[in-house]
Structures are given as structure tokens and as C-alpha cells.
């Protein structure tokens, strides 16, 4: 399995992004996906995750209200919008997909900068 991740940025505070994630390769064993994120220094952190058929979701306490994860399987793709953005969701953001074994694919990022 192969992520990209794209539509990171500079943004300014209060504005918006949505970011995608494209799969490809053995894509019929993708179970779950998720979003995190890597500030400067800091440890990386789950942002969002959703199930395999995007029945269910759930967000990191700081981003609930402001993000909203999707995924389309018909188009491989997964998406995160991010809403009322603030300078300290700057980060890079990896797209993550675990396939029916457990392993867990990665893509390579794309940086998101909102200045204030």
C-alpha cells in the first residue's frame, strides 16, 4: 500500500485546508485510516481516525468541532478538512492506513503552516 498526502499549506489563523490522502496498491485491505500530525519537537499525535466503511469516527480532543475526517474507498481517498485553524495545529500531517494483518502504512507528509 502507497499513501500521498496532499493539499498542506500556509494558511492564516481562521482559515481553512483539506488535506488528501491517496492509496494505492493493495487497497482492498485497508481496514481503518487515520490523520496525525508531528509539531516541531514534539512527539507525533493522533488527529483523526475513521473506520473502514467511514461509519465511524473519532478526533483528537483539540480538533473536535474544527476538523472533520472523510474517506471515498471508490476513490481511494481520504480526506481531512480543518476548519477555524489555529498557529499551533501547524505541523506535518501523515496519513496513516492499517491493512487486515495489522500493519500499518505511511505516507511522507505535507506540512501545514498557519501563521496569526
Known amino acids: 500500500v502507497q499513501l500521498v498526502e496532499s493539499g498542506g499549506g500556509l494558511v492564516q489563523a481562521g482559515g481553512s485546508l483539506r488535506l488528501s490522502c491517496a492509496a494505492s496498491g493493495s487497497t482492498s485491505r485497508i481496514n481503518t485510516m487515520a490523520w496525525y500530525r508531528q509539531a516541531p519537537g514534539k512527539q507525533r499525535e493522533l488527529v483523526a481516525g475513521i473506520t473502514s466503511g467511514g461509519g465511524r469516527t473519532n478526533y483528537a480532543d483539540s480538533v473536535k468541532g474544527r476538523f472533520t475526517i472523510s474517506r471515498d474507498n471508490a476513490k481511494n481517498t481520504m480526506y481531512l478538512q480543518m476548519n477555524i485553524l489555529k498557529p499551533e495545529d501547524t505541523a506535518v500531517y501523515y496519513c496513516?492506513?492499517?491493512?487486515?494483518?495489522?500493519?500499518?502504512?505511511w505516507g511522507k507528509g505535507t506540512l501545514v503552516t498557519v501563521s496569526s
Open positions: 496513516s492506513a492499517v491493512i487486515n494483518n495489522g500493519v500499518n502504512y
